[in-house]
């Protein structure tokens, strides 16, 4: 039973560790959702802002995150 504690724990752990991570993720689902709510008659846009959106957020955020990770390393030589 501990076990299957840890990994839930885990589990929630990536989604609250990284605060603007989520809040950019909902904000590219809310723009999605509203684009999908003024062009009904094209879907695939609502697609498109979906994928290029999270992608983008994903990038950004594991960039950011090296160069972090990457500024830390340098200051404890």
């Given amino acids: ?5 840890n990994i839930f724990r885990e589990l929630a ?6 605060g603007l ?6 904000v590219v689902v809310v723009l ?4 999908a709510a003024i062009a009904p008659a094209v ?3 609502a697609g498109v802002v ?7 957020v994903l990038l950004g ?5 090296g160069v972090l990770s990457n500024g ?6």
Avoid at 13 to 18: E, Q, R, V
Avoid at 61 to 65: A, D, E, G
Avoid at 72 to 77: I, N, Q, V
């Fill in 1 to 5: 039973m501990k076990t299957l504690i």
């Fill in 50 to 56: 979906l994928l290029v959106g999270c992608l983008g």
């Fill in 21 to 26: 991570l989520a809040l950019a993720i909902i």
């Fill in 13 to 18: 752990g990536l989604f609250i560790d990284d």
């Fill in 32 to 35: 999605a959702a509203i684009i």
């Fill in 43 to 45: 879907p695939i846009a």
């Fill in 61 to 65: 955020n594991v960039t950011s995150t």
């Fill in 72 to 77: 830390r390393a340098r200051s404890r030589k």
